[in-house]
C-alpha cells in the first residue's frame, strides 16, 4: 500500500502556462508568456511566404515592418509607389494569387504551378475587359484581352514555384470552409462568381461547405504538392480569426463562422500535433477567445482593429525571441507608405464585397 | 493669342521653327523660358510669378526671353510646358524587369498594359515637367500644354546604344499607346492637355523619322547638336509641334 502525503498526479508537473488562473486571469505580463513556443528557429533570414485570407496581408505587412525575410515573389514595376503597388496587388502576398480562402483553393494554385493540372479556359468578360475568375479583383481595370489574362496568370504560377522553391517558412492563413465550385470540373473559385464579376448561374455554380474530412485531405496533398517543389519547405498555420461576412449555407451566419472556424482550428491543431514540418500560430484564439472579449474588433465584431493585429504579432515576434526592432530595409519596394501600425484601409479583401448584398436579402 | 513657351533643351526646336518658319497662325508672339536639363526644377513660385533660385538659371532665363529673370503668366493666353523629361525614355527602367510580351521575354515579369501605364504615371512623377506643370498651374489658370520630349532619332538603332534597348524588344505600338495614355491622364489631373509627338514624324512606332534630327539646335543660338546627337530636333519638328499645339488650344 502506497502511503505518500504529497500531491502526485500529472498536473503537479505542469508549467505555469497549463493552468488557467495564472496564465490569464492573474497573468501579470502584457502579452500570454508561452502561447506558442516555434518548433523550429525562425529568424530574420529565414526566407518567408505569405499566403491565405484576408487577415494573412496583416502578417506580410508586420513581417515587412519588423525586416522579416519576407520573400515578394513578383515584384511590380520599377517606380511604382505604394498606392500604386496596392491596387495592383503586387507585395500583398508572396504572389499575385488574390486572397486564397480554401485549402482546396490553394492545392488547385499549386496543382497548376506544377504544372499538375490545367487551369480551365474559363474567363470572364464585361464591356470589353476580361476578368481571371481566380482572382476577380487581380487588377483594378480588369484585362484588356484574353491573351493579357493568361499571360498574367501564367506569370503567377511561374512566381509560385519560384517563390517556394526558395521558402523555408511558408505561413498560411485559413479562411473558409465555404466555396463555390464549377458544376461540371470541381473547380473552385475564390468567390461566388457574380458577386465581384461574372455572371453566377445555378446550372455552373454549386456552394460547397468543405467538411472536416475533404479538408484535411486538401491539405495534406498541399504538403505533398510543397514538398514536391521544396524538401525543406515548413508550414506554418493560422486560422483568420475575422468571422464570415455572409454564409450560403442556410445557417445563421454566426453558426456558420463558428462552425468554419472550428472545423479549420482542428484540422490545424491535428496536424501540427501529428507532422514536424507543420505548425500551428495561435491567432485566431488571441483575437476571437473570450478572455479577451472582443476588444480587438472594430464595431462591427469582425474587422480586426490595429491594436489587435499588433496584439497577434507582438506574440508572434516575443515567441521568435525578436527582442532588436531594427529595420533595415532595403528594398525600397518593400517599404510601406508609412512604417507605422498597420490599418484596416491597407488590407484588400474580395469577402468584403458580400456585404452590398446584405440589404438585398429577404428579411426574416 | 500670346504663348509662354518653357522646356529644357528640347525648345532649341521650336526655336528654331519660329525662326525659320516665323510665328505659327494663331500665335501674335511666343515669350520662351528655357534651361538645359532639369535647371527649370530650380524655380520657386514667388507672388504669383515663377522665380530662379539661383544665379545660373537666372542668366539662362535672361538669355532665352530676350531679358527676363522671372515667368509671369498675366498676359499669356496659353502656356507650353515643352520637353523637361516627358520621355519615353521613363519605360527604361520599367522594362529592364519587366515586359509587356505575351510570351515572356528572358524571366523579366510580365505585367499588364494596365499596369504599365499605371508605372508610366507613376514614373513621370518625379520628372520635372510634373513639377513645373503643379507650379503653373498654382499660380495660373490659364491653358496649359504639355508637350513630349521627342521620340529618339531612327538612327539610334545602329549606335547600339542600350539606354534605347527596350524599344527593340516590346511591342512598340503598345508602348507609345500606354505613354501617351499615361501622359494624358497626368496632364488632365492639372487641367492640362497632352500633345504628343506629331504622328507624321513617328517611324516604327516609337522612332522619330531622321529628318527631322538632322540640323537639331539647342537653345543657345547657332550652337547645332553633333550628328551623333540623337535625342534633339530641328526646326521642321518643332513647326509641326506647334501647330498641333494651335490646334488643340482652338479645340479648347
Redesign the interface.
Known amino acids: 500500500m502506497l502511503i505518500d502525503d504529497s500531491p502526485n498526479n500529472p498536473y503537479v508537473e505542469q508549467p505555469q502556462k497549463a493552468f488557467w488562473r495564472p496564465s490569464i486571469c492573474n497573468r501579470q505580463n502584457d502579452i500570454l508568456m508561452e502561447l506558442w513556443t516555434p518548433k523550429w528557429p525562425i529568424n530574420r533570414r529565414t526566407p518567408i511566404a505569405t499566403a491565405g485570407s484576408c487577415f494573412a496581408q496583416h502578417i506580410s505587412k508586420a513581417l515587412i515592418i519588423r525586416g522579416f525575410n519576407w520573400i515578394n515573389g513578383?515584384?511590380?514595376?520599377?517606380?511604382?509607389?505604394s498606392c500604386?503597388l496596392k491596387?495592383?496587388n503586387y507585395g500583398v502576398f508572396s504572389f499575385r494569387t488574390g486572397n486564397i480562402y480554401s485549402v482546396a483553393l490553394l492545392k488547385q494554385w499549386l496543382l497548376w504551378a506544377l504544372e499538375i493540372a490545367n487551369p480551365p479556359g474559363e474567363v470572364w468578360e464585361n464591356g470589353g475587359k476580361y476578368y481571371d475568375p481566380f482572382r476577380p479583383e487581380i487588377?483594378?481595370?480588369?484585362?484588356?484581352s484574353f491573351?493579357?489574362l493568361?499571360?498574367?496568370r501564367?506569370?503567377t504560377l511561374y512566381a509560385i514555384k519560384k517563390t517556394l522553391e526558395s521558402t523555408r517558412l511558408f505561413i498560411f492563413t485559413l479562411g473558409l470552409t465555404e466555396s463555390w465550385i464549377n458544376v461540371e470540373h470541381g473547380y473552385v473559385y475564390p468567390s461566388c462568381p457574380g458577386t465581384h464579376h461574372g455572371i453566377y448561374s445555378p446550372r455552373l455554380h454549386k456552394f460547397k461547405n468543405f467538411t472536416f474530412n475533404e479538408i484535411r485531405k486538401d491539405l495534406l496533398s498541399v504538403m505533398g504538392l510543397l514538398k514536391t517543389i521544396n524538401q525543406r519547405i515548413r508550414i506554418l498555420l493560422t486560422v483568420s480569426p475575422v468571422p464570415l461576412v455572409a454564409t450560403a449555407s442556410q445557417n445563421h451566419v454566426l453558426v456558420a463562422t463558428l462552425h468554419s472556424k472550428s472545423v479549420l482550428r482542428a484540422i490545424a491543431g491535428e496536424l501540427a500535433n501529428q507532422r514536424h514540418d507543420l505548425d500551428y500560430f495561435p491567432s485566431y484564439e488571441l483575437i476571437a477567445s473570450h478572455p479577451f472579449k472582443g476588444e480587438y474588433y472594430e464595431d462591427n465584431m469582425r474587422t480586426v482593429t490595429s491594436e489587435g493585429v499588433q496584439w497577434v504579432m507582438s506574440h508572434f515576434f516575443h515567441a521568435l525571441q525578436d527582442n532588436n526592432f531594427k529595420v533595415e530595409i532595403t528594398d525600397s519596394q518593400l517599404i510601406p507608405s508609412k512604417l507605422t501600425k498597420i490599418t484596416q484601409e491597407d488590407i484588400l479583401c474580395e469577402e468584403e464585397l458580400l456585404a452590398q448584398f446584405e440589404n438585398l436579402s429577404v428579411k426574416s | 493669342m500670346k504663348g509662354i513657351i518653357l522646356g529644357d533643351s528640347h525648345v532649341g526646336s521650336l526655336k528654331a521653327a519660329l525662326n525659320c518658319y516665323g510665328t505659327p497662325a494663331g500665335f501674335t508672339a511666343v515669350q520662351f523660358y528655357a534651361a538645359p536639363s532639369t535647371s527649370l526644377g530650380d524655380l520657386k513660385i514667388h507672388h504669383g510669378k515663377l522665380v530662379p533660385e539661383n544665379d545660373r538659371l537666372a542668366n539662362m532665363l535672361l538669355y532665352t526671353s530676350g531679358g527676363t529673370r522671372e515667368i509671369v503668366f498675366d498676359d499669356a493666353d496659353v502656356i507650353i510646358l515643352h520637353g523637361l523629361g516627358l520621355s519615353i525614355s521613363v519605360l527604361s527602367r520599367i522594362l529592364e524587369r519587366c515586359t509587356i510580351a505575351l510570351c515572356g521575354r528572358n524571366a523579366k515579369t510580365y505585367i499588364s498594359l494596365s499596369c504599365l501605364k499605371q508605372a508610366i504615371a507613376d514614373n513621370l512623377l518625379n520628372r520635372i515637367s510634373i513639377k513645373i506643370l503643379s507650379m503653373v498651374r498654382e499660380v495660373t489658370n490659364k491653358p496649359i500644354l504639355l508637350s513630349q520630349t521627342p521620340f529618339p532619332d531612327e538612327s539610334i538603332r545602329g549606335a547600339n546604344d542600350k539606354r534605347w534597348g527596350f524599344m527593340e524588344n516590346e511591342d512598340r505600338s503598345k508602348l507609345h499607346d500606354c505613354f501617351v495614355r499615361a501622359s494624358s491622364t497626368m496632364a488632365a489631373n492639372f487641367d492640362a492637355i497632352f500633345v504628343p509627338q506629331p504622328h507624321s514624324t513617328i517611324v516604327d512606332g516609337l522612332y522619330t523619322a531622321a529628318y527631322y534630327s538632322k540640323g537639331s539646335e539647342g537653345i543657345i543660338v547657332d550652337k547645332k547638336h553633333a550628328d551623333s546627337d540623337f535625342g534633339h530636333m530641328n526646326a521642321h519638328y518643332g513647326n509641326l509641334v506647334l501647330h498641333d499645339a494651335v490646334s488643340m488650344i482652338n479645340d479648347i
Open positions: 513578383e515584384i511590380g514595376p520599377p517606380g511604382m509607389t500604386s491596387k495592383y487588377e483594378p481595370d480588369g484585362f484588356s491573351e493579357e493568361i499571360a498574367s501564367n506569370q
